[in-house]
């Protein structure tokens, strides 16, 4: 069965700091990973994954996916209240479904 | 593109009375997922259609959760007889079927079952 572990699963830091959010996985032909952000609504796209090795960089947001330790890092850099939010990865398999973990809920102090 | 649209985007309902959820997705995409929302279990994956198919239904709970999706731009997720512990938030999402690209979400449903 398709399987995703975000850690940790809370954290909270002060503005500034920088954060690293860790996703592993457990899926049958993987296709894909996935982040998203989720304030009070919708969960929103940050980046897809499909290759080892290759940094996605959106401003001070950066992932990187280890398809040899199923496993990806979000990386927040600098961060401010407003990433205060809680971070969700998903994996799509050969199944073409999305599974997501229980994310990570990141609380940043002013 | 006006995204995934839910409605209604709250329902308080009492506890036996059936409850309909209903999802539009993006023009064009052939996926459709349903997912619920807790603190305890996260985003869970109920159900999911493909061009209007349902191909996976194992997360769905028990007998009293259904869903349809009678064309490509409509989809239906029932509960009957709802129960305080199906209080949730549901989310419906859409994507392009097998081309590697993201899911979109809509606003949700909070649900609450008294």
């Known amino acids: 069965e398709d399987k995703v572990v975000q850690s940790p699963l809370s954290l909270v830091v002060h503005e500034g700091d920088t954060v690293t959010l860790n996703c592993s996985y457990e899926v049958t032909n993987f296709r894909s990973l996935l982040w998203y952000k989720q304030e009070k609504k919708a969960p929103t796209f940050l980046f897809m994954l499909?290759?080892?090795?290759i940094e996605k960089k959106s401003g001070r947001l950066s992932s990187i996916l280890d398809k040899k330790e199923l496993s990806s890092i979000l990386n927040i850099t600098a961060t401010q209240t407003g990433d205060s939010a809680i971070y969700l990865c998903a994996v799509e398999g050969g199944t073409y479904k999305y599974i997501f973990g229980t994310g990570t809920r990141l609380k940043v102090l002013a | 593109d006006a995204g995934v649209i839910q409605s209604p985007r709250h329902e308080v309902t009492e506890m036996g009375q059936e409850v309909t959820l209903r999802c539009k997705p993006i023009s064009g995409h052939n996926s459709l997922f349903w997912y619920r929302q807790t603190m305890m279990r996260g985003l869970e994956l109920l159900i999911y259609?493909?061009?209007?198919?349902?191909?996976?239904d194992s997360g769905m709970p028990e007998d009293r959760f259904s869903a349809k999706m009678p064309n490509a731009s409509f989809s239906t997720l029932k509960i009957q007889p709802s129960e305080p512990r199906d209080s949730a938030v549901y989310f419906c999402?859409?994507?392009?079927?097998?081309?590697?690209?993201?899911?979109?979400f809509g606003q949700g449903t909070r649900l609450t079952v008294v």
């Open positions: 259609f493909n061009n209007n198919v349902p191909i996976d």
């Open positions: 999402a859409s994507s392009l079927y097998g081309e590697n690209t993201e899911a979109f």
């Open positions: 499909t290759s080892s090795g």
